[in-house]
Protein backbone atom coordinates (compact mmCIF):
# COMPACT_ATOMS: atom_id res chain seq x y z
CA UNK A 1 0.00 0.00 0.00
CA UNK A 2 1.16 3.21 -0.84
CA UNK A 3 -0.52 5.41 1.62
CA UNK A 4 2.08 8.27 2.37
CA UNK A 5 4.28 9.84 -0.52
CA UNK A 6 7.00 12.86 -0.11
CA UNK A 7 7.14 15.38 -3.54
CA UNK A 8 10.11 16.38 -3.93
CA UNK A 9 9.73 20.26 -5.11
CA UNK A 10 6.97 22.29 -5.89
CA UNK A 11 7.18 24.21 -9.07
CA UNK A 12 3.76 23.34 -11.08
CA UNK A 13 4.70 19.56 -11.60
CA UNK A 14 4.60 18.97 -8.01
CA UNK A 15 2.04 20.93 -7.23
CA UNK A 16 0.06 18.92 -9.89
CA UNK A 17 1.14 15.31 -8.18
CA UNK A 18 0.99 16.53 -4.64
CA UNK A 19 -3.02 18.04 -5.61
CA UNK A 20 -3.73 14.96 -7.75
CA UNK A 21 -2.31 12.40 -4.29
CA UNK A 22 -4.33 14.68 -2.00
CA UNK A 23 -7.93 13.97 -3.30
CA UNK A 24 -6.93 10.01 -4.14
CA UNK A 25 -6.93 10.34 -0.20
CA UNK A 26 -3.14 9.96 0.11
CA UNK A 27 -0.74 11.41 3.08
CA UNK A 28 1.24 13.64 0.87
CA UNK A 29 4.05 15.90 2.28
CA UNK A 30 5.47 18.62 0.03
CA UNK A 31 8.96 19.09 0.26
CA UNK A 32 10.54 22.42 -1.44
CA UNK A 33 13.78 24.14 -1.18
CA UNK A 34 13.27 28.10 -1.90
CA UNK A 35 16.08 27.84 -4.62
CA UNK A 36 16.18 30.97 -6.84
CA UNK A 37 15.49 29.77 -10.45
CA UNK A 38 12.54 27.98 -10.43
CA UNK A 39 11.35 27.49 -13.42
CA UNK A 40 7.34 28.30 -12.92
CA UNK A 41 7.70 30.92 -11.32
CA UNK A 42 9.50 32.62 -14.37
CA UNK A 43 7.51 31.17 -17.11
CA UNK A 44 5.71 32.92 -19.80
CA UNK A 45 2.85 30.74 -20.19
CA UNK A 46 2.05 29.55 -23.60
CA UNK A 47 -0.06 26.69 -24.06
CA UNK A 48 -0.48 26.38 -27.83
CA UNK A 49 1.53 22.51 -28.66
CA UNK A 50 0.10 22.03 -32.13
CA UNK A 51 2.59 23.79 -33.99
CA UNK A 52 5.93 22.33 -32.43
CA UNK A 53 7.68 19.18 -32.44
CA UNK A 54 6.77 17.68 -36.02
CA UNK A 55 8.67 14.49 -36.26
CA UNK A 56 8.63 13.93 -32.23
CA UNK A 57 5.64 12.28 -31.70
CA UNK A 58 6.48 11.85 -28.08
CA UNK A 59 7.03 15.07 -27.25
CA UNK A 60 3.67 15.91 -29.24
CA UNK A 61 1.74 13.81 -26.88
CA UNK A 62 2.58 14.78 -23.88
CA UNK A 63 2.23 18.56 -24.97
CA UNK A 64 -0.97 17.48 -26.66
CA UNK A 65 -2.29 15.59 -23.33
CA UNK A 66 -1.18 18.38 -21.32
CA UNK A 67 -3.05 21.34 -23.20
CA UNK A 68 -5.95 19.23 -23.18
CA UNK A 69 -6.11 18.81 -19.50
CA UNK A 70 -6.43 22.25 -18.70
CA UNK A 71 -10.00 22.23 -19.09
CA UNK A 72 -10.49 19.07 -16.84
CA UNK A 73 -8.35 20.73 -14.18
CA UNK A 74 -10.14 24.28 -14.39
CA UNK A 75 -13.10 22.01 -13.63
CA UNK A 76 -11.59 20.15 -10.82
CA UNK A 77 -10.15 22.80 -9.56
CA UNK A 78 -12.75 24.88 -9.27
CA UNK A 79 -15.02 22.33 -7.10
CA UNK A 80 -12.12 22.67 -4.73
CA UNK A 81 -12.71 26.10 -4.37
CA UNK A 82 -10.10 27.74 -6.77
CA UNK A 83 -12.42 28.78 -9.07
CA UNK A 84 -10.16 31.08 -11.64
CA UNK A 85 -6.51 29.21 -12.40
CA UNK A 86 -5.55 32.29 -15.02
CA UNK A 87 -6.36 29.64 -17.84
CA UNK A 88 -7.35 31.66 -20.86
CA UNK A 89 -8.03 30.53 -25.02
CA UNK A 90 -6.80 33.83 -26.41
CA UNK A 91 -5.88 32.23 -29.22
CA UNK A 92 -2.31 32.86 -31.23
CA UNK A 93 -1.41 34.72 -34.27
CA UNK A 94 1.58 32.66 -35.63
CA UNK A 95 3.22 35.92 -37.30
CA UNK A 96 5.53 36.64 -39.96
CA UNK A 97 6.78 39.14 -43.06
CA UNK A 98 6.24 36.73 -45.84
CA UNK A 99 3.27 34.73 -45.84
CA UNK A 100 5.07 31.79 -47.37
CA UNK A 101 6.70 31.34 -44.12
CA UNK A 102 3.42 30.27 -42.70
CA UNK A 103 3.07 27.52 -45.42
CA UNK A 104 4.66 24.66 -43.66
CA UNK A 105 2.94 25.47 -40.17
CA UNK A 106 -0.45 25.51 -41.51
CA UNK A 107 -0.17 22.38 -43.32
CA UNK A 108 1.17 20.65 -39.85
CA UNK A 109 -1.80 22.47 -37.81
CA UNK A 110 -4.23 21.30 -40.78
CA UNK A 111 -3.12 17.82 -40.43
CA UNK A 112 -2.99 17.47 -36.79
CA UNK A 113 -6.33 19.30 -36.58
CA UNK A 114 -8.80 16.07 -36.31
CA UNK A 115 -6.93 14.55 -33.67
CA UNK A 116 -6.97 17.77 -31.85
CA UNK A 117 -9.68 19.40 -32.41
CA UNK A 118 -9.25 21.55 -29.50
CA UNK A 119 -6.51 23.83 -31.40
CA UNK A 120 -9.42 25.64 -32.43
CA UNK A 121 -10.14 27.50 -36.07
CA UNK A 122 -7.40 28.02 -38.32
CA UNK A 123 -7.44 31.30 -39.86
CA UNK A 124 -5.43 33.74 -41.95
CA UNK A 125 -5.60 37.48 -40.56
CA UNK A 126 -4.24 40.33 -42.63
CA UNK A 127 -3.28 43.11 -40.53
CA UNK A 128 -2.93 41.47 -36.98
CA UNK A 129 -1.93 44.72 -35.49
CA UNK A 130 -5.51 45.28 -35.32
CA UNK A 131 -5.98 42.54 -32.76
CA UNK A 132 -2.14 43.18 -31.11
CA UNK A 133 -2.10 46.73 -31.54
CA UNK A 134 1.35 47.45 -30.60
CA UNK A 135 2.17 44.96 -33.65
CA UNK A 136 4.73 45.89 -36.60
CA UNK A 137 2.03 46.56 -39.04
CA UNK A 138 3.58 44.85 -42.02
CA UNK A 139 3.14 41.47 -40.35
CA UNK A 140 0.69 39.00 -41.75
CA UNK A 141 -0.15 36.06 -39.40
CA UNK A 142 -2.37 32.96 -38.92
CA UNK A 143 -4.61 32.71 -36.21
CA UNK A 144 -4.75 29.12 -34.09
CA UNK A 145 -8.20 30.04 -31.99
CA UNK A 146 -7.65 27.22 -29.18
CA UNK A 147 -4.16 28.63 -27.93
CA UNK A 148 -4.29 29.92 -24.46
CA UNK A 149 -1.85 31.24 -21.62
CA UNK A 150 -1.38 30.55 -17.93
CA UNK A 151 -0.18 32.58 -15.21
CA UNK A 152 2.56 29.64 -13.85
CA UNK A 153 2.34 30.71 -10.46
CA UNK A 154 -1.26 30.95 -9.95
CA UNK A 155 -1.59 27.67 -11.32
CA UNK A 156 1.23 26.28 -9.22
CA UNK A 157 -0.59 28.44 -5.73
CA UNK A 158 -4.02 26.77 -6.44
CA UNK A 159 -2.73 23.52 -7.00
CA UNK A 160 -0.93 23.40 -3.57
CA UNK A 161 -3.82 25.51 -2.02
CA UNK A 162 -6.17 22.57 -2.57
CA UNK A 163 -3.59 19.81 -2.21
CA UNK A 164 -3.13 21.37 1.32
CA UNK A 165 -6.97 21.71 2.30
CA UNK A 166 -7.45 17.91 1.20
CA UNK A 167 -4.39 17.36 3.66
CA UNK A 168 -1.27 17.82 2.43
CA UNK A 169 1.78 19.26 4.31
CA UNK A 170 4.44 21.94 2.98
CA UNK A 171 7.26 21.81 4.37
CA UNK A 172 10.69 23.75 3.17
CA UNK A 173 14.02 22.28 3.45
CA UNK A 174 16.20 19.99 0.78
CA UNK A 175 15.02 16.58 0.14
CA UNK A 176 17.54 13.90 -0.55
CA UNK A 177 16.97 10.27 -1.54
CA UNK A 178 19.57 7.69 -0.39
CA UNK A 179 20.66 5.06 -1.80
CA UNK A 180 18.14 2.67 -1.25
CA UNK A 181 15.49 5.14 -2.50
CA UNK A 182 14.82 6.25 1.27
CA UNK A 183 13.76 10.20 1.15
CA UNK A 184 15.49 12.42 3.54
CA UNK A 185 14.67 16.18 4.50
CA UNK A 186 17.84 17.91 5.67
CA UNK A 187 19.39 14.66 6.05
CA UNK A 188 17.03 13.53 8.52
CA UNK A 189 14.60 10.94 7.22
CA UNK A 190 11.23 10.79 6.22
CA UNK A 191 8.35 8.58 6.69
CA UNK A 192 7.35 7.91 3.46
CA UNK A 193 5.77 4.59 1.16
CA UNK A 194 6.83 6.66 -1.84
CA UNK A 195 8.64 9.46 -3.56
CA UNK A 196 7.52 11.75 -6.75
CA UNK A 197 10.91 13.13 -7.41
CA UNK A 198 10.02 16.86 -9.46
CA UNK A 199 12.69 19.29 -8.41
CA UNK A 200 12.94 20.42 -11.93
CA UNK A 201 16.68 21.13 -12.83
CA UNK A 202 17.67 19.99 -10.00
CA UNK A 203 16.20 16.66 -9.95
CA UNK A 204 19.82 15.21 -10.71
CA UNK A 205 20.84 16.18 -7.57
CA UNK A 206 18.03 14.52 -5.91
CA UNK A 207 18.48 11.09 -7.47
CA UNK A 208 21.67 11.51 -7.64
CA UNK A 209 22.85 8.15 -5.03
CA UNK A 210 19.98 6.03 -6.81
CA UNK A 211 23.08 6.14 -9.64
CA UNK A 212 21.44 5.19 -12.95
CA UNK A 213 19.27 8.56 -14.15
CA UNK A 214 19.52 10.09 -17.57
CA UNK A 215 21.05 13.49 -16.68
CA UNK A 216 19.18 16.76 -16.62
CA UNK A 217 20.03 20.30 -16.13
CA UNK A 218 18.90 24.05 -16.14
CA UNK A 219 18.64 25.99 -19.45
CA UNK A 220 18.35 29.44 -18.77
CA UNK A 221 15.24 31.82 -19.53
CA UNK A 222 14.97 35.93 -18.90
CA UNK A 223 11.82 37.77 -19.58
CA UNK A 224 10.31 41.08 -19.07
CA UNK A 225 6.92 42.25 -18.00
CA UNK A 226 5.90 45.78 -19.02
CA UNK A 227 3.07 47.35 -18.76
CA UNK A 228 1.14 49.77 -21.11
CA UNK A 229 -0.81 51.95 -18.57
CA UNK A 230 -4.28 52.39 -19.33
CA UNK A 231 -4.38 49.90 -22.34
CA UNK A 232 -6.16 46.19 -21.39
CA UNK A 233 -4.21 43.51 -23.06
CA UNK A 234 -5.73 40.49 -21.33
CA UNK A 235 -7.32 39.62 -24.18
CA UNK A 236 -4.53 40.12 -26.63
CA UNK A 237 -3.61 36.60 -28.32
CA UNK A 238 -0.61 35.53 -28.43
CA UNK A 239 2.52 36.57 -30.58
CA UNK A 240 4.66 33.81 -32.26
CA UNK A 241 7.11 34.69 -34.62
CA UNK A 242 8.33 31.56 -36.65
CA UNK A 243 11.68 31.93 -34.95
CA UNK A 244 12.46 34.73 -32.03
CA UNK A 245 11.12 36.16 -29.40
CA UNK A 246 7.15 35.95 -28.39
CA UNK A 247 4.39 38.01 -26.55
CA UNK A 248 1.32 38.03 -24.79
CA UNK A 249 -1.20 39.63 -22.71
CA UNK A 250 -2.14 39.91 -19.25
CA UNK A 251 -4.36 41.64 -16.94
CA UNK A 252 -3.17 44.65 -15.48
CA UNK A 253 -2.38 46.37 -18.64
CA UNK A 254 0.59 44.17 -19.16
CA UNK A 255 2.62 42.65 -21.58
CA UNK A 256 5.10 39.58 -21.59
CA UNK A 257 8.16 39.58 -23.46
CA UNK A 258 10.45 36.79 -23.73
CA UNK A 259 12.77 34.52 -23.60
CA UNK A 260 16.41 33.65 -23.68
CA UNK A 261 17.65 30.23 -24.36
CA UNK A 262 21.04 29.56 -22.48
CA UNK A 263 23.13 27.03 -21.08
CA UNK A 264 24.49 29.04 -17.98
CA UNK A 265 24.33 26.49 -15.62
CA UNK A 266 22.26 27.01 -12.37
CA UNK A 267 23.09 30.59 -12.71
CA UNK A 268 19.48 32.18 -12.27
CA UNK A 269 20.50 36.30 -12.66
CA UNK A 270 19.13 38.74 -14.67
CA UNK A 271 21.84 39.83 -16.95
CA UNK A 272 22.21 42.97 -18.89
CA UNK A 273 22.70 41.16 -22.00
CA UNK A 274 19.65 38.56 -21.28
CA UNK A 275 17.75 41.79 -21.31
CA UNK A 276 19.08 43.61 -24.27
CA UNK A 277 18.29 40.65 -26.19
CA UNK A 278 14.61 40.01 -25.11
CA UNK A 279 14.16 43.98 -25.65
CA UNK A 280 15.49 44.92 -28.49
CA UNK A 281 13.26 41.66 -30.43
CA UNK A 282 10.73 42.38 -28.73
CA UNK A 283 10.53 46.20 -29.47
CA UNK A 284 11.77 44.98 -33.40
CA UNK A 285 8.36 42.70 -33.10
CA UNK A 286 6.49 45.39 -31.87
CA UNK A 287 7.50 49.09 -32.14
CA UNK A 288 4.38 49.87 -30.03
CA UNK A 289 6.41 48.64 -26.67
CA UNK A 290 8.97 51.24 -26.99
CA UNK A 291 7.42 53.62 -24.72
CA UNK A 292 6.06 50.90 -21.91
CA UNK A 293 6.65 50.61 -18.62
CA UNK A 294 9.08 47.94 -17.51
CA UNK A 295 7.35 46.82 -14.51
CA UNK A 296 9.26 43.19 -13.90
CA UNK A 297 11.89 40.82 -14.95
CA UNK A 298 12.73 37.29 -14.19
CA UNK A 299 14.96 34.55 -14.73
CA UNK A 300 14.24 30.61 -14.84
CA UNK A 301 15.57 27.57 -14.86
CA UNK A 302 13.99 25.27 -17.83
CA UNK A 303 14.80 21.35 -16.76
CA UNK A 304 16.35 19.85 -20.05
CA UNK A 305 17.08 16.04 -20.11
CA UNK A 306 20.42 15.36 -22.09
CA UNK A 307 18.66 14.01 -25.02
CA UNK A 308 15.43 16.63 -24.84
CA UNK A 309 12.83 14.05 -23.99
CA UNK A 310 10.78 14.50 -20.93
CA UNK A 311 11.61 12.20 -17.89
CA UNK A 312 7.79 10.82 -16.68
CA UNK A 313 7.76 7.49 -14.75
CA UNK A 314 9.29 4.92 -12.06
CA UNK A 315 13.12 5.20 -11.70
CA UNK A 316 13.74 2.57 -9.26
CA UNK A 317 10.89 1.06 -6.47
CA UNK A 318 9.13 3.47 -4.61
CA UNK A 319 10.60 6.66 -6.76
CA UNK A 320 8.74 8.03 -9.82
CA UNK A 321 10.93 11.27 -11.47
CA UNK A 322 8.43 13.90 -13.08
CA UNK A 323 10.76 16.52 -14.67
CA UNK A 324 12.91 17.53 -18.04
CA UNK A 325 9.45 19.51 -19.42
CA UNK A 326 11.79 22.13 -20.70
CA UNK A 327 10.12 24.98 -22.47
CA UNK A 328 6.78 23.37 -22.50
CA UNK A 329 6.21 22.61 -18.72
CA UNK A 330 3.75 25.12 -18.08
CA UNK A 331 1.66 23.57 -20.90
CA UNK A 332 2.26 19.56 -19.76
CA UNK A 333 3.25 20.28 -16.24
CA UNK A 334 0.04 19.85 -14.54
CA UNK A 335 -0.77 16.39 -16.57
CA UNK A 336 3.18 15.31 -16.01
CA UNK A 337 2.09 15.62 -12.13
CA UNK A 338 -1.21 13.71 -12.65
CA UNK A 339 0.56 11.03 -14.44
CA UNK A 340 3.46 10.88 -11.96
CA UNK A 341 0.39 10.46 -9.19
CA UNK A 342 -1.39 7.46 -10.79
CA UNK A 343 2.17 6.04 -10.95
CA UNK A 344 3.51 6.26 -7.60
CA UNK A 345 0.12 4.63 -6.35
CA UNK A 346 0.08 1.87 -8.69
CA UNK A 347 -2.84 3.06 -10.78
CA UNK A 348 -2.66 3.06 -14.61
CA UNK A 349 -1.90 6.19 -15.98
CA UNK A 350 -3.66 7.58 -18.80
CA UNK A 351 -0.79 7.54 -20.96
CA UNK A 352 2.17 5.42 -21.98
CA UNK A 353 4.65 6.67 -20.47
CA UNK A 354 7.42 4.04 -22.17
CA UNK A 355 9.36 6.92 -24.01
CA UNK A 356 9.65 8.83 -20.98
CA UNK A 357 11.15 6.46 -19.08
CA UNK A 358 13.99 8.45 -16.35
CA UNK A 359 16.14 5.37 -16.73
CA UNK A 360 16.80 5.20 -20.40
CA UNK A 361 20.34 5.68 -20.05
C1 LIG B 1 11.55 32.23 -19.22
C2 LIG B 1 10.73 30.98 -19.33
C3 LIG B 1 9.60 30.97 -20.14
C4 LIG B 1 8.82 29.83 -20.23
N1 LIG B 1 7.68 29.87 -20.97
C5 LIG B 1 6.90 28.77 -21.06
C6 LIG B 1 5.70 28.82 -21.81
O1 LIG B 1 5.33 29.85 -22.36
N2 LIG B 1 4.94 27.68 -21.90
C7 LIG B 1 5.30 26.52 -21.28
O2 LIG B 1 4.60 25.54 -21.42
N3 LIG B 1 6.43 26.46 -20.52
C8 LIG B 1 7.23 27.55 -20.41
N4 LIG B 1 8.39 27.50 -19.69
C9 LIG B 1 8.81 26.22 -19.12
C10 LIG B 1 8.18 25.95 -17.76
O3 LIG B 1 8.19 27.11 -16.96
C11 LIG B 1 8.95 24.81 -17.04
O4 LIG B 1 9.14 23.69 -17.89
C12 LIG B 1 8.17 24.31 -15.82
O5 LIG B 1 7.81 25.41 -15.01
C13 LIG B 1 9.01 23.32 -15.02
O6 LIG B 1 8.31 23.01 -13.85
P1 LIG B 1 8.91 22.03 -12.76
O7 LIG B 1 7.91 21.92 -11.69
O8 LIG B 1 9.41 20.79 -13.43
O9 LIG B 1 10.24 22.77 -12.24
P2 LIG B 1 10.39 24.08 -11.36
O10 LIG B 1 9.29 25.02 -11.60
O11 LIG B 1 11.77 24.59 -11.59
O12 LIG B 1 10.24 23.58 -9.87
C14 LIG B 1 11.21 22.75 -9.27
C15 LIG B 1 11.18 23.02 -7.77
O13 LIG B 1 11.99 22.06 -7.10
C16 LIG B 1 12.69 22.71 -6.05
N5 LIG B 1 13.84 21.91 -5.66
C17 LIG B 1 15.01 21.75 -6.31
N6 LIG B 1 15.82 20.92 -5.63
C18 LIG B 1 15.15 20.56 -4.53
C19 LIG B 1 15.45 19.70 -3.43
N7 LIG B 1 16.61 19.04 -3.37
N8 LIG B 1 14.54 19.55 -2.45
C20 LIG B 1 13.34 20.22 -2.51
N9 LIG B 1 13.00 21.03 -3.53
C21 LIG B 1 13.89 21.18 -4.53
C22 LIG B 1 13.07 24.05 -6.68
O14 LIG B 1 13.41 25.00 -5.69
C23 LIG B 1 11.76 24.38 -7.41
O15 LIG B 1 10.88 25.07 -6.55
C24 LIG B 1 9.19 28.65 -19.54
C25 LIG B 1 10.30 28.67 -18.71
C26 LIG B 1 11.07 29.82 -18.60
C27 LIG B 1 12.24 29.83 -17.67
Redesign the pocket.
Known sequence: MTDRVVV???????ASAAYHLSIRGVAVTV?????A???????????CPWVDHDGDDAWYRLALEGARYYRRLAELLAEDGEPDISHAEVGALLVAEDPAELVHVEALLRGRRSSAPEMGAISEVDRPCELFPPLSPGLVALRVGGAARVD?RTVRDALLRAAVRHGARVLT????LTGSGACLLDGSPVEADAVVV?????AG??CGPLGHMTPVGPR????VHAELPGVESAGWPIILPRLGP?LLGFPGSRVVL??TVEEAGFDSRVTAGGLAEVLAAGVRLAPGLADASIVET??????VAADGLPLLGPLTEGVVV??G?????????PYAGFVAACLVIGETPPLDVTPYSPARG
Do not use: C, N
Open positions: AGSGIVGIDRPTGQATAAGAGIVGGTASAAGAWEVRGQIYGARAGLRPATLGAYGLTAG
